[in-house]
Nanobody
Framework: QVQLVESGGGSVQAGGSLRLSCAAFGYTYSSYCMGWFRQAPGKEREGVATIRSDGFTRYADSVNGRFTISQDNAKNTLYLQMNSLKPEDTAIYYC?????????????????WGQGTQVTVSS
């Protein structure tokens, strides 16, 4: 059974940094896509960043240059380093995974989800 467990959320002032982690249990696919999504109150869930099993990454325009997605295969852990945070980055951040090479920002394509972690950025 696949389980994704996020950690690292919290509150920070604008301009600050946070690093989110997502530990994956029972996920042993050789070709996969993992990603971070976020959902702010009253808004739809949106893709933030994805990483493919070969290391190819994709970022939303709103975070490109500020956020970095990475993975540690030895630890089965996905990371999201968030720098220069803005109040509009405030949301619940979710880790997601799909056992497929295709790696886009369509939430419906992802079969596995974590429980989410709150990120709050104050001005």
């Amino acid at each position: 059974q696949v389980q994704l467990v996020e950690s690292g959320g919290g509150s920070v002032q604008a301009g600050g940094s946070l690093r989110l982690s997502c530990a994956a249990f029972g996920y042993t696919y050789s070709s996969y896509c993992m990603g971070w999504f976020r959902q702010a109150p009253g808004k739809e869930r949106e893709g933030v960043a994805t990483i493919r099993s070969d290391g190819f990454t994709r970022y939303a325009d709103s975070v490109n240059g500020r956020f970095t997605i990475s993975q540690d295969n030895a630890k089965n852990t996905l990371y999201l380093q968030m720098n220069s945070l803005k109040p509009e980055d405030t949301a619940i951040y979710y880790c997601a995974a799909r056992p497929h090479w295709d790696c886009y920002f369509s939430a419906n394509d992802f079969a596995y989800w974590g429980q989410g972690t709150q990120v709050t950025v104050s001005s």
